[in-house]
Every structure is written in structure tokens, then in C-alpha cells.
């Protein structure tokens, strides 16, 4: 069942972005944030009819189990206004990345959740502990590549 998100989680939810991401609470202006049972967090149009049978109110944002895990969606559509907890790939890593391979990186900045570019494009959320960003894209986004643009 969907709901609008508790008061809680909508907090949780509102700082994680801003205190981890740097990115401000006015960018999810305008919209509203519904729950699911399965702790999943999306983000749409306000004032959804209640007799309405959804599947979906919007675009899925996060999960909140333990703490929040931003979705790989919401974090390409915004990335360009992402400007903390971001690693820039090298070609190389990209490709391992896009691949859906875990990357070995050395970098004393960053925490939990980060946002991987190649140049300005944002490709997607890892997870980055001890040196090692596991790999979180989704299975249908991994793509066998062999080449990106220098």
C-alpha cells in the first residue's frame, strides 16, 4: 500500500539529500513524497485521489531500511546539481563501472553513498567503503561496453 510519507521519513529523507549531497530541500519543491511497505520513497505530483488503485505515484527516490539509499534514477537526473559525496571516474573505471564491475579507488573525502560521473555525466550511485565503491546500478542498466567517448 502507498501512502504519503510520515512525517519521519519525509524529514530523514529531505536531510539525507541536503547533508549528504548538498542538494537543497527546494529541488523536491512542489512535489510529494509517498511510502510503500517495502520502505521504498518516491517522489510526485501532490494531492493523488485516494480512490485511485496505484502501482506507482512517481519516481522511486530512495529506500530507507537502516539509513536512506538514494535510487540510481533520481541521482543521474540530478547529479549536475550534486556537489558533495561525488567521484569523478577516470575512461577506465567508467567502463568498469557502467559494466556493473565494483571499483578499487583511494579517496579520503567521500562516504557511504556517492554519486560516479565520467566528465559531467552522471552515471550512477555506489557504495563506498575502505577503499572498495561497490556497484549499485541496477541490473537492466548494466551494459557490456568497451568504449566512451575520451
Do not use: W
Not at 523536491?28 to 501532490?46: A, T, V
Amino acid at each position: 500500500m502507498i501512502t504519503s510519507c510520515s512525517t519521519k521519513n519525509r524529514k530523514d529523507v529531505l536531510e539525507y539529500f541536503e547533508e549528504h549531497f548538498n542538494v537543497g530541500k527546494e529541488i523536491f519543491s512542489g512535489y510529494e513524497l509517498y511510502e510503500d511497505n517495502k520502505g521504498r520513497i518516491f517522489l510526485g505530483q501532490q494531492n493523488i485521489p485516494k480512490d485511485l488503485r496505484i502501482i506507482s505515484p512517481g519516481l522511486q527516490i530512495a529506500t530507507i531500511d537502516k539509513t536512506v539509499k538514494p535510487s540510481t534514477t533520481l541521482l543521474q537526473i540530478i547529479g549536475k546539481k550534486i556537489t558533495k559525496n561525488t567521484l569523478h571516474l577516470t575512461r577506465e573505471k567508467a567502463i568498469h563501472f557502467i559494466k556493473g564491475e565494483d571499483i578499487e579507488i583511494k579517496n579520503e573525502t567521500v562516504q557511504g553513498y556517492v554519486l560516479l560521473k565520467y566528465k559531467e555525466h552522471p552515471l550512477g550511485c555506489g557504495h563506498y567503503k575502505n577503499g572498495i565503491i561497490k556497484n549499485m546500478l541496477p541490473k537492466g542498466r548494466k551494459i557490456n561496453i568497451k568504449f566512451i567517448e575520451e
